[in-house]
């Protein structure tokens, strides 16, 4: 059962639809944030303010397009819940999906071959299952949306790119934070993106060698990741100062100047085939 929703949540996205027919946008958005400002924990408007400052395709769309214009051999993704991203894939890509408590058959939609495991990504990376082929191939494409905590991001991306592919392309959810209160490590809110951004600063410092374009798509933003080299170990050798340096780091920065931080690209799909044609030349 989905929790009550908060009378000023109601009253809040009522004004705003409101003034926003008037065409009153300003108006209309500054009763969003000000009802933040009384109740940091109001999910429809986190949701309906994303919209507003990322507009365009959203990350599902991308997803699929992705699958789309890379028709990946494997495709790994890490946090399926229901599935519905697992969906995306071709009916020639071997999807595996990763989750240790998957809600119903995250499978069922799946138009090519499917395997679930149902295990943490933590386990998952330390005993990779034979029969999924990841261990002789690698991945073509992978998608991270798991525990939205830093240090398991880290570690997911760390796991992840002892598995690539030759040009494999990894691509990270919830990388760009709305308001400190949902980009904090503890899940105090509805609407929660976690502390996980940090892996793009982290990323775009310790590993100049990777390709780095966060997308500004709703409703959290998707950072595409290129250049993933198995063989390389600065991540893991540097794991425990990476982990106690990037604790301490707060997201203002990251909500004030998104662009610098984040590496912030277009919410366009021609800019992302260039920058996709880019990357593969840099090879």
């Known amino acids: 059962m989905s929790a009550p929703v908060h009378p000023l949540e109601t009253s809040a996205l009522r004004r705003w639809r409101r003034l926003s027919a008037e065409g009153a946008t300003d108006a209309a958005e500054a009763v969003l944030w000000d009802a933040l400002a009384m109740e940091p924990n109001l999910p429809g408007v986190h949701v309906t303010l994303a919209r507003l400052r990322w507009p365009g395709p959203d990350y599902r769309h991308w997803l699929a397009w992705f699958h789309q214009q890379l028709k990946p051999r494997i495709y790994l993704e890490l946090g399926v819940e229901h599935g519905h991203t697992l969906a995306l894939a071709g009916p020639d890509t071997r999807v595996i999906g990763v989750d240790p408590a998957p809600k119903g ?28 082929g990841l261990a002789d191939t690698g991945f073509d494409l992978a998608f991270i949306d798991g525990d939205h905590r830093f240090d398991t991001v880290l570690d997911d991306v760390i796991g992840a790119e002892r598995l690539a592919a030759p040009g494999a392309v990894l691509l990270l959810h919830d990388t760009v934070p709305l308001t400190a209160e949902t980009a904090g490590r503890e899940h105090l809110t509805g609407f929660h993106t976690g502390d996980g951004w940090k892996i793009v600063p982290c990323l775009r410092a310790l590993r100049p060698d990777l390709r780095i374009v966060t997308l500004p798509t709703a409703p959290s933003g998707l950072t595409v990741v290129a250049g993933l080299d198995p063989s390389n170990t600065r991540l893991s050798e540097r794991r425990a100062a990476i982990r106690e340096s990037y604790a301490r780091l707060p997201p203002d920065a990251a909500l004030h100047a998104p662009s610098r931080v984040l590496a912030l690209g277009l919410n366009n799909p021609a800019a992302v085939r260039r920058w996709l044609r880019q990357a593969a030349d840099a090879r």
């Open 105 to 132: 058959d995250p499978l069922s939609r799946c138009a090519g071959p499917a395997q679930l495991v149902r295990r943490t990504s933590a386990d998952f990376f330390a005993a990779v299952p034979v029969d999924s």
